[in-house]
């Protein structure tokens, strides 16, 4: 497993436990404060039950009466016991539970969980008057079940956003690595080679000449490369400066790197920022000119074209390049990796890169730079 993933998935572990946490903590303070709520209700609906039941009581029928309103309020899932000095007036009663004075709570039974209330009252005609007052709460507990069902589900719903976002964040953040090692490592190879050629010794001084050139703009292309990358880094902390950029120090700079490169100037200037546009035109030329020398460079008022005789890109490689999708590691070979480098850069800048073949032959890469 690769060190960043390692970090992303101790990363998502910590999301995921202050997600569900958080979730939590609120699903449980809404429990609290609803069956509070509801407690209160059930309170408040038991009084008027009392208050009922002491009406009743002083009509000439009101023993019928209260056994009537019983019932009524037994299709309202609300049970009554209702008992003075040992006579029983009436009893809905779906489960035995019994008290001796006032109180309050919350009971589980075969036939549902239930607010129990026991309370005292006077009559004067009958003296104490005992109430057993039972609600049923299924209704508030299925309820309650549907909240966590929800309260879950978005969790979830967060968690598998978060989940998506920060891999494709962090893959994001560490994949340029492998693909700087590849532009590092490219350079160095040539380093070493013409170093070792020259320690052979017994070369004429023409060769020893050409071995340090070689070697001094292969050094130069690392220079440029690591300061692009601080740019890059600079970029994102918002501390680059953008500017006009002359065509002549352009041409000039790429001039160095690639003396077959045809450049025609089309414009006196570009605005963007000097080192990451050297960058950028260097690493489509180097990807242009693979297959042949054959390369010309536009550089026009608002970008530039990059054209070269001898390439040619095929359908599914050119769909992926004008898609901006990642390039499957399989195609990667012979394109160079400089590939997501181009597109950030062109990012940068605010500008757009096509890429399309030439019906008369050859590859055009066409970059419009808005540069604010």
Same mark, same amino acid.
């Given at each position: ?21 958080? *979730?939590?903590?609120? $699903? ?41 309103? !019983? ?13 003075? $000095? ?29 607010? !129990? ?59 340029? *690595? ?42 130069? &292309? *690392? ?18 400066? *953008? ?106 800048? &605010? ?22």
């Amino acid at each position: 497993m690769k060190i960043w993933e390692k970090n992303y998935i101790l990363a998502m572990g910590l999301l995921l436990l202050l997600l569900f946490g958080g *979730m939590f903590f609120l $699903q449980q303070y809404s429990f609290c404060k609803n069956i509070r709520s509801y407690c209160e209700r059930a309170l408040f609906n038991e009084s008027r039950t009392e208050y009922e039941i002491s009406s009743l009581l002083t009509e000439q029928d009101g023993e019928t009466g209260l056994e009537r309103y !019983c019932q009524r309020l037994k299709k309202q899932k609300v049970y009554l016991r209702v008992e003075s $000095q040992g006579r029983v007036f009436s009893d809905s009663r779906p489960f035995l539970w019994e008290s001796s004075g006032k109180e309050f709570l919350i009971t589980e039974s075969p036939q549902g969980v239930f607010a !129990c209330i026991s309370n005292v009252f006077e009559d004067a005609a009958r003296g104490e008057i005992h109430i057993l007052y039972m609600e049923q709460m299924d209704g508030f507990y299925r309820v309650w079940k549907k909240q966590s069902v929800m309260f879950i589900g978005v969790a979830v719903l967060i968690g598998a956003a978060l989940s998506a976002f920060l891999y494709g964040a962090m893959k994001k953040i560490y994949s340029p *690595m492998n693909r700087i090692a590849h532009e590092l490592r490219a350079p160095l190879t040539v380093v070493r080679g013409y170093s070792q050629y020259i320690q052979l010794g017994n070369i004429s001084p023409e060769d020893a000449a050409f071995a340090s050139r070689q070697i001094d703009m292969e050094v130069g &292309h *690392m220079d440029s490369l690591i300061e692009s990358l601080m740019v890059m880094g600079s970029l994102r902390e918002g501390s680059i400066k *953008m500017g006009r950029v002359k065509t002549e120090e352009l041409a000039g700079e790429l001039g160095r790197y690639f003396p077959f490169l045809e450049i025609v100037q089309q414009a006196e200037y570009l605005y963007g920022e000097k080192v990451l546009l050297i960058s950028l035109l260097r690493n489509l030329i180097s990807n242009t000119c693979r297959r042949g020398e054959q390369v010309r460079l536009y550089i026009q008022k608002n970008g530039f074209v990059v054209y070269s005789k001898d390439d040619y890109l095929d359908k599914e490689l050119l769909g992926i390049l004008n898609r901006n999708r990642p390039i499957p590691p399989e195609r990667v070979e012979g394109k160079g990796l400089g590939v997501s480098l181009c597109r950030e850069i062109v990012k940068m800048h &605010h500008g757009t890169l096509k890429y399309r073949n030439v019906p008369e032959g050859g590859v055009e890469i066409s970059a419009v730079l808005k540069g604010i």
